[in-house]
């Protein structure tokens, strides 16, 4: 008899800190008590909801929502919601006030195993006054914490989440951020972002191989690489509260590094590459120009019995090409600016020894540009000045320091191209050698992405058809690299118009580069390692 009248109960328990357990309120004591209170009671328990870990500060907890719905289903008849402490459930009175209305607009009552108060005037009262106490207990607790993090942030101390290219420590024997393994693909991605070489997400996309990842090791979304960029906490700077702190902990960029990526950042636009209107079955189409200008394109034309794909000039009579038939021409185009190994050898040496003489160049090119960047920060300051004493207007003063940020943007780009030591020729020319020695057979094979990435590295300006053979105007640097080393071969007489000068000696061939074609070799060598790298399964040299 005495089960019919049983009101079906269930329980919640909820612990969020170790402090708590330490206190008496574990889990499992929260749970024993509840226990206890449903069998003094007569209540059956029909289920018991645990929350492990989780605030009460607001009412967005997993296993409190499983308990609204459990009690709200009309199904699982549940009477009372029995919790060890009111605060268990809520510490924020707002939130109390809300859950307590679902539960009541279902016929369901709460009811504490430490704290009791009566469904009357009073004992309502009495609830609100510890529900109220509860959420005071809170805010107190967030005053101490966010006053406590203030000061830590005025001591120079990080003591949140560590962002990324850090790790969260204790430095004697207070809490704050130290660099760990990731730092320096922090430091590696701010530098090529301050080149103003690449667009900024292709640096994500290019370094993700090299450890942009997240911690499950996928590639960095755009929100988050970009809020990487523009986060000073890299060169050692706390914005927390409306101020601003300089962090004790080690920064991994300076200051004038991260102020050249915000220039970067805010006046560059998003550039769209010269391939991204091509289709993937043509992958020649508008690179290869008419002599009056107009692109080729491609299409499937329908036979008999299949498509068959055709290049073709919109327009023009008599300029349709089979598909296969006119890249197997654009292969053999390519492939007569192919390197033997005799070549790549001779080519080794010529850029070993043009740019140890660069390195010492580059070295004196330094200090000249940061005597500019000196020299325009100072004007930047001047015109200020002026602009204050009323010497020279708003309208001025805009212009002036518009054209002064360009100046500095360009300045800092050149400073952060020049290498910091010698580039290993030995190793790009490793990396790219199946390339070099057969350009054709490596497009050939190559996807959709790659291919048009390579034909424009291979000639910027694309290519003309003319009667029927290829032309074109520009070429990469490394194309001209058998132009160079033939006519040497078999004479000693320089050819006229080319920048280089070579000497026999025992029949051994030196060539000597000038600084400014060596260096040009080097950057389109790079670049096309780059691009290899971003498309195919291996690792570019370090």
Known sequence: MESKTQKRAAIYVRVSTKEQAD???????QEKLCKEYALKNCYEVAEIFIEQGESAKNADRTQLKRLLDYCTNKKNAIQVVIAYKIDRVARNIDDYRQIRLILNRYGVELKSTSEYFED?????????????VAQFDNDVRTERSVNGSRDAMREGRYVWVAPFGYSNAEVVGKSTIVQNEKAHIIQKVFEEVAK??????????RLFPEGLTTRTGKILTKSHYYKLLNNEIYSGWIIKFGERHKGTFEPIISDELFEQVQRILKRRSHRTGAYQRENPDFPLRRFVNHPNGTKITGSWAKGRHKKYAYYRFIGIPGTDYKKDTFEDAYLSFVNRYALNSKHISYL??????????????NLKEVEKLKAVIQQLNDQQTALIEKNAKGVISDSILRRQLEQN?????????????????????????????????????TWAKASFPLQVKLQWFEFPSGITLVNDEFRTGEIASIFKVKDLFLPSLSSTVPVRGHDYEHTRNNKRILFHLSLETAEQLRKDLTRLA????????RNLPH
Do not use: W
């Open 23 to 29: 206190e008496g309120g574990s889990l499992a004591t």
């Open 120 to 132: 009357t005037p009073a004992g309502r009262f009495m609830e609100n006054i510890i529900a109220n």
């Open 196 to 205: 103003d070489q690449y667009p900024v997400d292709t640096i994500r996309q």
């Open 348 to 361: 080794r040496k010529a850029l070993k020894e043009a740019l140890d003489v660069a390195c010492e160049k």
């Open 405 to 441: 940020e360009y100046n500095l943007t360009k300045a800092h780009a050149d400073l952060y191209t020049l290498p910091d030591k010698p580039e290993d020729i030995g190793e790009l020319l490793d990396f790219t050698k199946e390339y070099l020695e057969n350009p054709g057979n």
């Open 530 to 537: 780059h691009i290899l790298k971003d498309n195919l399964p």
